[in-house]
C-alpha cells in the first residue's frame, strides 16, 4: 500500500510537540464505508418521519481521517498515530489540513487513474 510523507507548511502544535510531517496512505474500501457510516445521522423531517441523511463534509473528515497514518516531529518521532479522533483535526494549523487535503485528495485521484488505466488495459481499439 501506498505512503506518502507530507510537511506540513507551519506545522501544528499537539501540546507540547509540534507535528511538521503527516503520513498518508490509500485508503480501502472499509475506510470508504466506514467514513459513510460515521457522516449518517437520524434526523426527524418535517413530514414527521424519521430519515437517514449523510453529511458529504462530515464523510470526508471521516475518510481523512482514516487515512492518516500518523504525524511527525521534526526529529521523525511519532507525534500522534492515526487514525485521528475529530477533535484533533481542530488542532492542525489552517496550512496544514489544507496541505493534507490537497495531498490526500492528489493521492485518491492517482490510484483512481490507475484503476481505470488497468481497465483499459488489453481492451482493443472499437474497428471503424
Do not use: N, W
Request: with cysteine; charged share 25%.
Amino acid at each position: 500500500m501506498a505512503e506518502l510523507k507530507i510537511p506540513l507548511p507551519t506545522g501544528s502544535k499537539f501540546g507540547e510537540r509540534t507535528a511538521t510531517h503527516a503520513f498518508l496512505r490509500e485508503l480501502t474500501t472499509a475506510d470508504i464505508i466506514g467514513a459513510g457510516e460515521d457522516a449518517e445521522k437520524c434526523v426527524l423531517g418535517p413530514d414527521k418521519q424519521y430519515h437517514l441523511v449523510l453529511s458529504p463534509t462530515l464523510s470526508g473528515l471521516h475518510m481523512l481521517r482514516r487515512q492518516i497514518m500518523r504525524l511527525e516531529d521534526a526529529k521523525g518521532t511519532v507525534v500522534i498515530d492515526g487514525p485521528l479522533d475529530v477533535d484533533m483535526f481542530f488542532k492542525l494549523a489552517p496550512a496544514a489540513f489544507l496541505e493534507i487535503q490537497t495531498k490526500a485528495e492528489q493521492m485518491d485521484a492517482a490510484a483512481q487513474e490507475a484503476v481505470e488505466r488497468m481497465a483499459e488495459r488489453g481492451r482493443e481499439p472499437a474497428a471503424s
